[in-house]
């Protein structure tokens, strides 16, 4: 589910949604569900000094439902069916400037930012592994149609 929270730009949902059901195909979710919530820049920013002691906006924010020690994989995704992920906080606002900034569009852009949200619910962290989580996402992205 994508929920619009924010005015600030203005984004079709339909389009996103349909991505959406793609990268959960693509990773073997099945009935799997998870919220996206697209935000204000000053609601992103509270999120991220409130749960990452991090100032300012972010672009995506995920907040897993349940924390794991390791990425899951293909079959542990098949028995999660029907279990709730967790959510994930974007700002459209951010996503434009990066948008402007790599020379991409907003909707290529927010989807990028849908596929990186749904890889930490899972528990990749680009962070701490090492490389592994960027190396799935940009084999994703080519079989998604997301430029890399």
Partial sequence: MI??????????????????RRVKGELDLGGAELTVALVSDPAIA????????????????????????????????RRRAGAYLGDIAISPSMARRNATRLGGSLASELQALILHGVLHLLGYDHERDGGEMERFE???????????
């Fill in 3 to 20: 929920l619009n929270r924010q005015r600030s730009v203005r984004v079709a949902l339909r389009p996103l949604e349909r991505f959406l």
């Fill in 138 to 148: 940009r084999r994703l992205r080519k079989k998604l149609g997301l430029s890399t």
């Fill in 46 to 77: 509270r999120m991220n000094k409130t749960y990452r002691r991090k100032k300012g906006p972010t672009d995506v924010l995920s907040f897993p439902a349940v924390s794991l020690p390791r990425p899951l994989r293909i079959r542990a995704r």
